[in-house]
């Protein structure tokens, strides 16, 4: 069979009952996506945080399906075993559950995802009893929902106070009820975010909220250090590839300058036959 050792939706849920934490990160093209797989993560979330950290928008809500589609087939080429969910854009299921029917079956069925993601709690549950109706795994995502940053007024702290945190739990439990497998919770106080994590029983995977979650998630340019000058502060920088990057390309620049890329072992020589292949360096 096919994909026959792929991470499933029920072994993440699994993993929340066996105390396993869980390991998700962004990708958005083949060759990260390769990367993030090899590394043994469980899930990879095309986020349609693609729209600011590789397509440049200032917030997440130019992002189309498209775009989603274009860049999720490019991620399920490079995975081979995690289970790849992808970010329903604005506007593309917030109109109710036909639409949200229509937009995650076009994930499904062109781009090979796996799961779909969408913001939003009691609001959406019908969009997600659709969805798992027809099939298909839906991950909730509550508290700093970024398609409704216009509506917080930037990137902020959710779920302050006891009515706010009251409105959340709520979300989530619905959420739950609906079908989803599973949630994120982004931004939220650590002490509200292990209050949901007791209080339902599929995982919660943590950005920006602590680290009593099931599992954490963060944006693969944010903890690779390439996504410019601002970093919040829950982000850790595993890597500072900005520097590298630029390094590596001043250099570049410069030894094509001086003449000195590039080099003979670059080069090819007219003896070498026109009919073998292209002779590779080994790799290093
Ligand atoms: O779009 C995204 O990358 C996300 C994660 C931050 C959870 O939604």
Not at 238 to 247: K, V
Request: net charge positive; proline share 5%.
């Amino acid at each position: 069979m096919a994909n026959a050792k792929r991470v499933t939706a029920t072994q993440v849920v699994k993993k929340k009952q066996k105390a396993e934490k869980i390991v998700m990160i962004t990708a958005y093209d083949y060759p990260t996506a390769c990367l993030v797989d090899e590394a043994g993560v469980d899930m990879v979330l095309v986020g349609d945080s693609l729209g600011m950290v590789v397509l440049g928008y200032e917030t997440t809500l130019p992002v189309t399906l498209e775009e989603m589609i274009h860049h999720t087939k490019a991620v399920v080429r490079g995975v081979k075993r995690a289970l790849v969910a992808v970010d329903l854009p604005f506007l593309t299921y917030q109109t109710g559950p036909a639409d949200a029917l229509r937009s995650a079956g076009r994930l499904m069925k062109e781009a090979g995802a796996t799961a779909v993601k969408l913001e939003g709690g009691a609001n959406v549950c019908p969009q997600v009893r659709a969805l798992v109706g027809a099939g298909i795994p839906v991950i909730g995502h509550l508290g700093l929902t970024p398609q409704s940053i216009h509506v917080f007024g930037g990137y902020k702290l959710q779920g302050r106070g006891e009515e706010a945190a009251q409105k959340l739990l709520a979300d989530a439990r619905a959420l739950e009820e609906a079908g989803a497998f599973c949630l994120v919770l982004e931004c939220i106080p650590e002490e509200l975010a292990a209050r949901v994590t007791g209080s339902i029983s599929i995982p919660t995977i943590g950005i920006g909220a602590g680290a009593r979650c099931d599992g954490q998630v963060l944006v693969l340019h944010d903890m690779l250090g390439i996504t410019g000058k601002v970093r919040p502060r829950f982000v850790k920088q595993y890597a500072r590839l900005e520097e590298t990057i630029r390094d590596a390309v001043g250099q570049y620049a410069q030894e094509v300058r001086q003449g000195k890329f590039p080099a003979p072992e670059h080069s090819y020589a007219s003896e070498e036959s026109a009919s073998s292949p292209i002779p590779f360096l080994k790799k290093r």
